[in-house]
């Protein structure tokens, strides 16, 4: 049944539309059999049998031309899957049926089967969610321990500290231990403009063609007993530099803390409303969600919109579902930064279909933090399956040891997202920045373009 000639990727990771269904479909040039990767297929008779029938098909890769698709519909029927009608013409076969797809049946890679590493490298990327704070390079703060005579004797030493290690446990605390070392290195104006254009020449060596790049100017400020107003200045600044100096696109997100000081906030947000210009696009809520309210903050909040601010938030890491509700109707989020504990409640995965929320999801940071405990059981795919904005970024790479391209190889080759729903969650990525539509579209054409390169590069 399953073993025909025809690509059958079909479009069960598109839940709400299935417009590019005939980009991920191929047929054979000369009927050269396409075999497919491994992956399970629920019957349809199991609709409506207790006795599920599973189908095993594999998979190596695409070839020829696009096939044409006459019809295609989606139903969903539980958080847990889709009913999937389509109906597609072939050269020399047609095809019609309906599938069930669950979480559990994702198209899971071969374990020999990868991409090169500079394959990924070379995919236009964009990050909606990466800490300035988690983004110093190891070798630059050595010269800062050596300048500024710090404590710290070599980076054997310095690394444990400030990045995260396969032998030490993945919890909350162990990664947030990293940040306190870290602070210890904003010294001078110096330093962190630095650090702004280092940042953010590693995005763009690593191909990334549009950073948002959030940091906490209270934070920062304290470090070296700087104003506010300062700190944003010179990032802001250093992030024009690096603009013009390394060819990439960078927006800035001021970031304020749960558990920080109400009334510093406000002025941090009011100062990021002041400062003008299109260079900070937005205002990020982050920090202690499971004993820290963002309620406190919707009146800042209110005044960052009013001011033409864009919104996100840190919900539904480490807190339950319900703060991603409190998110968006309290705050107004547009976008939720991490949110994998979403799924946990039905109803607010409603709300944040209907919403149209994005969701900055952070899958090595997850497992590192210890939200997620296994890696390969990261719910990202579940997250697309539920019909879900998600976009994938890196958060602190620094304290990670990844790059984006380390992050789109683990979602294809350890989560089984195929390369055409990366491509998909890369576009999704630029219609969820904080950019004016034209921008949005120039960016728009040129991913797309560049992908569609790739693609026949691959056939």
Not at 217 to 244: T, Y
Not at 329 to 351: C, M, Q, T, Y
Not at 356 to 370: A, K, R
Request: hydrophobic share 40%; aromatic share 8%; glycine share 6%.
């Amino acid at each position: 049944m399953f073993t025909c000639d025809f690509g059958l990727r079909l479009a069960k990771f598109y839940p709400t539309t299935f417009s590019s269904c005939r980009k991920l479909l191929r047929t054979g040039r000369d009927k050269s059999r396409i075999t497919l990767r491994s992956a399970t297929f629920m019957s349809p008779h199991s609709l409506s049998s207790s006795t599920k029938s599973d189908y095993r098909v594999q998979y190596d890769k695409f070839l020829g031309s696009p096939v044409e698709c006459v019809q295609q519909k989606a139903i969903q029927i539980s958080r847990y899957g889709f009913v999937v009608r389509h109906s597609c013409r072939f050269a020399h076969f047609s095809y019609m049926s309906q599938f069930l797809f669950e979480p559990q049946s994702l198209l899971m890679p071969s374990k020999n089967y990868s991409r090169s590493t500079e394959f990924y490298k070379n995919l236009p990327k964009v990050d909606l969610h990466r800490h300035l704070e988690g983004s110093l390079r190891v070798r630059t703060m050595m010269e800062i321990v050596r300048s500024h005579d710090m404590d710290i004797e070599d980076t054997g030493y310095l690394r444990p500290l400030v990045q995260m290690d396969h032998n030490e446990p993945y919890t909350f605390e162990n990664f947030l231990s990293k940040f306190g070392t870290l602070q210890l290195f904003y010294r001078s104006p110096q330093i962190i403009k630095r650090i702004t254009l280092e940042a953010i020449e590693d995005a763009a060596l690593d191909n990334v063609r549009y950073l948002e790049l959030r940091f906490t100017p209270i934070s920062l400020s304290k470090a070296g007993d700087f104003s506010i107003d300062q700190v944003i200045d010179w990032v802001a600044r250093s992030a024009q530099e690096a603009e013009e100096r390394f060819g990439i696109l960078v927006r800035l997100i001021i970031s304020v803390n749960r558990h920080g000081n109400i009334e510093e906030a406000q002025k941090a947000i009011k100062l990021a409303a002041d400062y003008g210009g299109d260079r900070v696009v937005g205002i990020d809520l982050a920090g202690n969600e499971a004993e820290f309210s963002a309620e406190p903050f919707k009146s800042a909040f209110l005044l960052a919109k009013e001011a033409g601010l864009r919104l996100t938030v840190h919900a539904g890491e480490w807190g339950k579902a319900e703060n991603v509700r409190e998110a968006i109707i309290k705050l107004g989020a547009e976008r939720i930064g991490h949110g994998v504990r979403v799924l946990d409640n039905p109803s607010v995965v409603n709300l944040a279909r209907e919403r149209g929320t994005t969701f900055e999801v952070c899958v090595t940071s997850n497992h590192h933090s210890g939200v997620i405990s296994d890696l390969e059981k990261h719910p990202l795919a579940e997250m697309i399956l539920n019909g879900l904005n998600v976009t994938i970024n890196t958060d602190d790479p620094s304290i990670s040891r990844i790059t984006l391209s380390n992050e789109y190889q683990v979602v294809t080759e350890q989560l089984g997202i195929p390369l055409s729903v990366l491509r998909e969650r890369i576009l999704a990525s630029v219609q969820a920045a904080f950019l004016p539509t034209k921008e949005k579209n120039c960016l728009l054409q040129q991913i797309s373009s560049e992908f569609a390169k790739k693609m026949l590069q691959m056939d």
